[in-house]
């Protein structure tokens, strides 16, 4: 009798938690419940996978080996909320090192710090022309791309075009680099209830750097993916790592120690 109690009351609670799960907006509780690891109150913060930065103008055959672990934090995970970034220069953007006379990438220059009353500027580094909207090295990589779009209406999704401002660049989904202006990642994670964040993507000395620090400082516990994060070459993977660990309090774990916990 009892036990038949509690199979009744188990059922009703699935049935009731299900037509929860299909409310949008609801805090707390994973979307779909099939999947092998759920993490309710969690984003999946996904920074950049675009073709640029794999095969592109900065790309690197380094940027590979993090698609596996993407990959199956979709299809066997399921997260309050997924956002994706994507760097999105306008043509002749501040980072180009092509819209500025006699420099050419890697150089470093000091531009305007649009706030300032005071005529301070900061450091921008120069880049090869990378993420213009419209072509094929500004587009999400495709086993992503195709993943996020199969989950769309049944996981909340947010899709972050960041450091579109001629002026200032941009290397966190968050903010720019000189806190101008911000985008409405911030926003979307407080209306979905995140406590947690856990990043992945490119590259892990700019833009993932950038993306963990704000999630931080902004009062998230922020998890990185060591596996789902990469750069131009190992000594600044496990540099970078490093400094978000020690210095920001950033939990860096690889994907079989996050699907043990
Ligand atoms: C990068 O790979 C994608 C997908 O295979 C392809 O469409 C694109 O042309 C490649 N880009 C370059 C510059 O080779
Ligand atoms: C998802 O999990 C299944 C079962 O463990 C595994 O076979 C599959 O490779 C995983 N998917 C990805 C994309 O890793
Ligand atoms: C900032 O630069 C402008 C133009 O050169 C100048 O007129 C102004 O006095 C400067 N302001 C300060 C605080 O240095």
């Not at 049935?15 to 994973?30: E, K």
């Not at 779909?32 to 996904?46: C, D, E, M, Q, S």
């Not at 934090?73 to 090192?97: K, Y």
């Not at 999704?157 to 001629?166: D, E, F, L």
Request: one cysteine or more; proline letters at 4%; aromatic letters at 8%.
């Amino acid at each position: 009798m009892v036990n038949l109690t509690l199979a009744i009351c188990a059922f009703a609670l699935q049935w009731i938690l299900s037509g929860v799960a299909a409310l949008p907006y609801t805090s707390g509780i994973p979307y779909r419940t099939k999947k092998g690891h759920a993490h309710p109150n969690t984003a999946l913060l996904i920074v950049d996978v675009q073709y640029d930065f794999i095969n592109g103008t900065l790309g690197n055959e380094r940027a590979y080996s993090i698609l596996p672990t993407i990959y199956d934090l979709l299809d066997n995970h399921t997260w309050s909320l997924i956002a994706t970034s994507q760097d999105w220069h306008p043509e002749g953007h501040v980072s180009f090192a092509s819209a500025h006379e006699g420099k050419k990438p890697g150089d470093v220059i000091q531009t305007p710090l649009l706030a300032s009353r005071y005529n301070e500027t900061a450091m921008q580094a120069l880049y090869n022309d990378h993420c213009v909207p419209g072509t094929v090295g500004a587009q999400i990589e495709e086993g992503v791309q195709t993943r996020i779009d199969t989950l769309m209406g049944t996981t909340p999704i947010t899709q972050i075009h960041k450091a579109q401002n001629h002026l200032v660049d941009s290397y966190s989904a968050f903010a720019d680099n000189q806190y101008y202006e911000f985008t409405v990642l911030g926003p979307e994670m407080r209306a979905h209830g995140i406590t947690d964040i856990v990043v992945v993507g490119l590259i892990t000395n700019a833009c993932v750097y950038g993306s963990t620090v704000d999630g931080i400082k902004m009062g998230w516990d922020v998890t990185v993916i060591s596996d789902g994060v990469e750069t131009t070459s190992q000594a600044e993977q496990d540099e970078a790592l490093e400094e978000l660990r020690t210095w920001w309090g950033a939990n860096i774990v690889s994907l079989s120690e996050f699907e043990s916990t």
